[in-house]
């Protein structure tokens, strides 16, 4: 009887014990915005990173994932994680550019020759002297970023091969105005749309078309309710992994060691499963039912020629010259280093 009663008092101590540890942990609200399920690069590298942290902490940060826009709108996120009331999100780049006006700089169209050169660049110093620059502006601490994917147009009026067929088309944009350039650049009128309600956009007509990489169009089903891709690949898209900065200084050091540890985890796991889907657009996208475009060199050039000084020309004149200037030398550099 003895040795029942220690063995219920000691599970009991272990009970309040479990119950004061999970009441005492920090709670990181993560925001992305692709859906819930494992097929979904977002979600997938959410889970890693929340499996992560929590063993890396013995349970100290409670990772609670809120997937598909659940928590907020994007630019709410951006709000959120300025005010601390959202400890972390995974974020495209419209809002960001909204948020923290020189990311607007990587909108720059048709820069980057492959995923290699876009994770070098951003990985090394240019990438770290943004990252500084945005914490100090804005409150929100990008510990780094993976794939959004090579984005393409699609439309559901005709093929578009050049720029000449995308006249009169009107197609969704991020909500940052420096893809409103890129797509009036190109002679297509742009509207504005958040993430979460461009599927219903494209159904109603509201917009004939949108730009975005293969994952999103898979993972929103925007296929059934566009008939054409074109392969242009005109913008290396980006999602960051942001922190409230406010939150994250209230973390010991050895919490803050394993949420960047648990974050490069998570990226790698992100941009593996983008870029193989990036890969393998034609195959992905004709088995959804759509008409594949394939651009030759001369039509990317004419879209290149078309499109990518009045983006320029935009970002100059809302940043400066700073942040193109860096990017320009990074690529530069990135090239030369296999001459």
């Known amino acids: ?22 009441a005492s942990a920090k709670e990181l609200k993560y925001a992305h915005f692709q859906s819930a399920d494992l ?8 889970l890693a990173f929340e499996s992560c942290v929590e063993g890396k902490t013995a349970g100290s940060i409670d990772v609670q994932i809120y997937p598909a826009g659940q928590l907020a709108g994007d630019n ?25 006006k020189p990311f607007s700089a990587l909108a720059l169209p048709y820069l980057f020759d492959d995923q290699a050169m876009a994770w070098a660049v951003m990985d090394g110093d240019f990438g770290k002297e943004m990252a500084d ?29 050049e720029p000449k067929d995308m006249a009169g088309l009107k197609m969704r944009v991020m909500t940052a105005p420096v893809w409103v350039t890129l797509v ?39 296929y059934q309710n566009q008939k054409y891709v074109t392969l242009d690949g ?33 990226k ?28 030759t060199p001369e039509q990317k050039a004419m879209f290149r020629e078309a499109a990518q000084p009045a983006v320029r020309e935009f970002v100059v004149g809302e940043v400066g010259a700073e942040w193109p200037d860096k990017l320009d030398a990074a690529v530069a550099a990135y090239r030369n280093s296999f001459n």
């Open 133 to 161: 620059d945005m914490l100090a502006k804005t409150g929100i601490r990008m510990f780094g970023v993976a794939d959004n994917g090579v984005r393409n147009f699609t439309n559901n009026v005709r093929p578009v091969s």
């Open 76 to 100: 709410e996120v951006m709000e959120g994680l300025e005010l601390g009331s959202i400890q972390m999100a995974v974020v495209h780049d419209g809002p960001i550019s909204a948020t923290y």
């Open 39 to 46: 097929s979904s690069p977002k979600h997938a590298a959410a």
């Open 234 to 266: 005109h913008v290396f898209s980006w999602h960051a992994y942001l922190m409230s900065d406010a939150f994250y200084q209230g973390l010991t050091d050895g919490e803050k060691t394993a949420v960047t540890q648990c974050v490069d985890i998570a």
């Open 184 to 222: 009036e650049s190109l002679g297509a009128s742009a509207t504005p749309v958040p993430w979460p309600e461009l599927p219903g956009a494209l159904q109603q007509g509201v917009v004939d078309g949108q730009e975005n990489g293969v994952t999103n169009i898979v993972n929103a089903s925007l």
């Open 1 to 22: 009887m003895k040795s029942m009663s220690k063995y219920l008092a000691a599970t009991a101590a272990i009970a309040v014990l479990a119950t004061a540890s999970a």
């Open 268 to 295: 790698v796991i992100h941009r593996g499963m983008t870029a193989a889907q990036d890969a393998n657009a034609s195959a992905i996208l004709s088995e959804k039912g759509m008409t594949v475009v394939s651009v």
